[in-house]
């Protein structure tokens, strides 16, 4: 069926009353569409961040639906887990942004506080809650100015769905999860078998068949990136599996959450050297790759230059349409913010919330060899 078709199939079913009891493919994927066309390789990566999150709730079903139908090469997603040691695809360790937390009375008494990353923070944190129960809640549309439609429409998903919507695409699309906050999660779920978080997630990875380096036969076959901000869990899964690995970089303020290291020392030239052997690529934030002062973009600084002297990919994040999100100089135009990070800065690959418009000013600037 082709995917135009069934994306309003697709939202038409999750408005069912049973929606938020079963799940939204069967498992693991069983769809068959013969020989499907590959992964393009011959440009920067196309990853949709969260999903087309510009378009409808992030980390959802349809988010992601969404971004495979306007073209995405990579599906991105955050996986946290449940009270009852389930993976899900989630942003937040909390509840209260991103889901209709706040109307469901039945759950008032849940809110907690919690240190994540250093700092106290009050609210519905997933770790308090069953699968059954983050399943009744519905997502929400993160940012006001977007499209609020949908919200409450659509119910949180498990890792396992989110690799299912990959698998079922009728091209070959990469997944890109990301361990999210392994440190919090270690600290407040308990798995019966002992494991930690970055072995359940690896597990779930190998039972869907996900193996093998960048550019291998295997990867290519079913393309991934692993990403982390916690370099011990990206060097801790590295004895698991040999999937390629993205070294996430945030803002030149925040310290990495398991070991406490600054912006400098983790972009320095000694500490790309050390974690070279780990990882294919680095993620910065892209202000910390060209500077903001005033909304406006100060030099570039070379962290992009030395990661490629490594070899090591740079895909930064997180490319947004509105007004509010470009700086002054791109005209209130994405395709020139586009254009000056893939031709000027020289990325490998960019995360986007609208993955159509990445998409389709590729088509237009470089498009795909007529074998792809």
Known sequence: ?????????????LLMDDCASRPL?????????????????SRPFNVAHRGANGEFPEETAPAYMRAIEEGADFIESDVLASKDGVLICHHDVNLDDTTDIADHKEFADRKRTY?????????????????????TLGAKQRYPFRDQQYNGK?????????????????????????????????????????????????ATLKKYGYKGTYMSEDWLKQPIFIQSFAPTSLVYISNLTDIPKLFLI?????????????????????YLDYIKPYVVGIGPWKDTIVPVNG??????????????????????????????????GFHQDAYSEYDYWINTIGVDGLFTDFTGSLHNYQELSSPLPKQQ
């Not at 240190?115 to 399943?135: A, I, R, W």
């Not at 990469?174 to 798995?191: C, L, S």
């Not at 945030?250 to 000694?270: F, G, H, M, R, W």
């Open 1 to 13: 069926m082709a995917l135009k078709y069934f994306l309003p199939l697709l939202l038409v079913s």
């Open 25 to 41: 493919y069967t498992l693991p994927s069983e769809a068959k569409y013969g020989t499907k066309k590959p992964l393009q390789t």
């Open 115 to 135: 240190e994540v990353q250093g700092v106290n923070m009050t609210g519905f944190f997933t770790v308090d809650f069953t699968l059954e129960e983050l399943k």
């Open 154 to 202: 659509f119910p949180i998903i498990t890792f396992d769905e989110y690799i299912s919507i990959a698998l079922d695409a009728p091209r070959v699309v990469g997944i890109y999860p990301e361990i999210k906050n392994p440190v919090f999660i270690n600290q407040q779920v308990k798995w019966a078998d002992g494991k930690k978080f970055e072995d359940k997630f690896v």
């Open 250 to 270: 945030d803002d030149v303020t925040i310290l990495t959450e398991d070991t406490n290291q600054t912006y400098a020392e983790i972009t320095s030239d000694k």
């Open 295 to 328: 909304n406006r973009l100060s030099t570039p600084t070379d962290l992009v230059a030395r990661a490629h002297s490594r070899n090591l990919q740079v895909h930064p994040y997180t490319y947004r349409n509105e007004n509010q999100f470009l700086h002054v």
